[in-house]
């Protein structure tokens, strides 16, 4: 059987809308957080999740609904105590891969199982998980038109907030809670690094390129919806495990992107010879 029979196989129906629709939304995240310069977010987050996600398999929980509680345990520790930047979330990594470990070397699920939720679970992905990325980004349409205007005011404009007297707590928290969520359940799915790099990638990418902030958004989700794509075929065609795949395929446009800035740079620094 070909990768495209296996691409229009039912059973791996339900694992590539599921995919691909985290690989639309967690893009669009990862906008918000580099411009916050608060990817590391993404990873720290992540760990968290997967440590839930463990803990919940081991009392009897689907891993997408154990994943977001350690998740948003994080995300709103970190907004209620208002710390920025990404030393929170280096703690959020440790503690995370501290306690994802320890409790697959304490429960019965050992450690084969918390590898798994690092590398990703995407062809195991069902009704339930398609469920969870579908409320995901029906959550992230309704609220990001509301954040981004306010996100972006609090970075270009940091003291508009204190001076008119808003109440900014409200969207930092309403986005760090979305962000936990995007991450548990991208991580309950892709993985614990896939979920990581769908975010950072794209959004590295489009800062790159985009000529202003409504094209970085497009050039997010296509990067990560075209990436996805790619790695989704490329794993089926390979036989080789998707997560890994997926993070190859977007560092490689990541690469080949830079390094075509890099041959146009070049090539305007060359001056035309003078003609006498």
């Not at 590539?16 to 411009?35: D, E, K, N, S």
């Not at 699920?109 to 939720?117: D, F, K, R, V």
């Not at 205007?149 to 900014?168: G, I, M, Q, S, Y």
Request: charged share 10%; proline share 5%.
């Amino acid at each position: 059987m070909s990768a495209l029979d296996l691409f229009l196989d039912p059973l791996f129906r339900l694992p590539l809308i599921t995919g691909m629709t985290i690989a639309l939304v967690l893009p669009l995240i990862g906008a918000l957080l580099l411009l916050r310069d608060e990817w590391l977010a993404a990873l720290g987050l992540a760990h968290l999740a997967a440590a839930s996600a463990l803990l919940g398999l081991a009392v009897g929980l689907p891993a997408v609904l154990g994943a977001p509680l350690g998740a948003l345990a994080g995300g709103a520790v970190k907004s209620l105590t208002a710390a920025r930047g990404n030393l929170a979330y280096g703690f959020m990594i440790l503690f995370g891969w501290s306690a994802l470990f320890l409790i697959a070397a304490n429960t019965s699920l050992g450690a084969t199982l918390g590898h798994a939720l690092v590398d990703g679970q995407l062809y195991f992905a069902g009704a339930l998980e398609l469920t969870a990325a579908l409320a995901l980004a029906g959550l992230a349409a309704a609220a990001l038109p509301r954040l981004v205007p306010r996100l972006l005011r609090a970075r270009f404009f940091p003291h508009d907030e204190t001076a008119n007297r808003l109440p900014a707590h409200r969207w930092h928290l309403s986005f760090d809670l979305l962000t936990a969520l995007a991450m548990a359940i991208g991580t309950a799915t892709v993985g614990l690094m896939g979920a990581f790099a769908l975010v950072l990638a794209p959004a590295w990418i489009a800062f790159r390129i985009a000529p202003g902030w409504a094209w970085t958004l497009v050039i997010c989700s296509l990067i990560g919806g075209g990436g996805y794509l790619l790695a989704y075929l490329a794993a089926l065609a390979l036989d080789q495990p998707f997560g890994p795949v997926l993070v190859a395929v977007l560092i490689t446009l990541a690469a080949t992107v830079e390094g075509g800035r890099g041959l146009i740079g070049r090539r305007r620094l060359v001056r035309p010879r003078q003609v006498r």
